[in-house]
């Protein structure tokens, strides 16, 4: 029996880099008879968004009619808003975590640690294919090197969580999806991502939950707030305070696959 929490088939939209292995961690710990997604984002051609919704489709039809829970983590986010909103009839909740906002909503870049590759791709995209390349060869000579590199700015407790051997290998994991794998799709969804997205959000006729860390220093904080008051559909927001952006995708597994809400969310 599906548990009260998530009693529909779950579509995870994985981080921007990541790769299958987000959605393999947030979702292990489901029912063993509920249905979920966890498709590559980043294996696909054509328009991008075009191509997200033509990936949901197909992945879903093994759920026949079900509605489906669609879940967005960090600049998957974005895709699980397009979702929620050009497939309304299909998706009864949407959970959005350590959620990549619009740019458009607010000033967050100054207080964002991707701030320089998202100015790259809003300005020079030949120089962010660069930066691409660069990245993919150190990531080449020295995986556990670049992914200490990224977070070297994230504070004591999330750098002792991502050095956990499971979660190390879920982030090297997105890094080999995105940089080695499919560098083009990776940097068509950077462009997208600092574009402005947010009349996506218009469609969404779903309930919504936020689930954001207050220390989170890949998505400020204020990014969960905008979208708070930026989504038009009942919401709620859930502020975690000693997390960050990658230990927040732990806190939201948790109460996904418990059935209940972790006692120290902040409604």
């Not at 079900?66 to 879940?71: F, L, Q, R």
């Not at 397009?82 to 009864?92: G, K, L, M, P």
Request: hydrophobic residues 40%; negative net charge.
């Amino acid at each position: 029996m599906q548990n009260q929490f998530s009693p529909d088939p779950v579509y995870f939209c994985h981080g921007i880099p990541g790769s299958v292995q987000d959605g393999a961690y947030a979702l292990n710990g489901l029912p063993a008879n509920t249905l979920h997604f966890t498709p590559n984002l980043l294996e696909i051609e054509g328009e991008l968004i075009d191509a997200c919704l033509r990936q949901f489709d197909e992945t879903i039809a093994e759920a026949g009619n079900a509605p489906i829970h669609v879940v967005g983590f960090s600049i998957g986010s974005m895709v699980a808003v397009r979702i929620a909103s050009a497939r309304a009839d299909r998706v009864c909740k949407l959970s959005l975590v350590s959620a990549a906002a619009p740019l458009s909503l607010g000033d967050f870049l100054p207080k964002a640690t991707g701030a320089p590759i998202f100015k790259l791709a809003q300005s020079r995209p030949r120089l962010l294919g660069g930066v691409i390349g660069m990245q993919a060869l150190i990531y080449r000579v020295s995986p556990g090197f670049l992914v200490n590199s990224l977070f070297a700015k994230c504070g004591d407790a999330e750098k002792e969580f991502i050095n956990k051997p499971e979660v190390s290998e879920q982030l090297q994991a997105g890094l080999e999806n995105s940089l080695l794998h499919f560098p083009s799709s990776y940097a068509a969804y950077l462009q997208a991502y600092v574009g402005d997205w947010s009349w996506f959000l218009d469609g969404i006729r779903c309930d919504v939950e936020l689930w954001h860390g207050a220390r989170d220093t890949w998505s400020p904080p204020d990014m969960a707030y905008a979208l708070h008051e930026a989504i038009a559909a009942k919401t709620q927001l859930h502020i975690l305070d000693d997390t960050e952006h990658y230990s927040t995708l732990q806190v939201f597994r948790e109460a996904l696959c418990s059935g209940s809400r972790n006692e120290k969310v902040n409604a």
